[in-house]
């Protein structure tokens, strides 16, 4: 969690899966410690495909807070 003038972000990790072979046209995030409450469900903007490769969702710096995935005041 990053904090700047009265802005609360949040980072995450980013998320990788090698060998993959599959299409995704949105993700969510959730929370995994609250009965899977979902948090955030993220668009892709149209299908991602990968073919036996990687597939790798960067999320931006927070630090920012207009880039954050999440951010609150």
Do not use: R
Not at 13 to 34: C, E, L, Q, V
Request: with cysteine; hydrophobic share 35%; glycine share 6%.
């Amino acid at each position: 969690v990053a904090s700047s003038t009265a802005v609360a972000s949040v980072d995450f990790g980013d998320s990788t899966w090698s060998s993959a072979t599959f299409t995704a046209a949105y993700a969510a995030i959730y929370n995994d410690d609250k009965s899977d409450k979902l948090c955030v469900v993220l668009d892709f903007g149209g299908d991602k495909t990968c073919t036996n490769g990687t597939f790798k969702i960067t999320y931006p710096d927070p630090s920012t807070p207009a880039n954050a995935i999440i951010s609150m005041s």
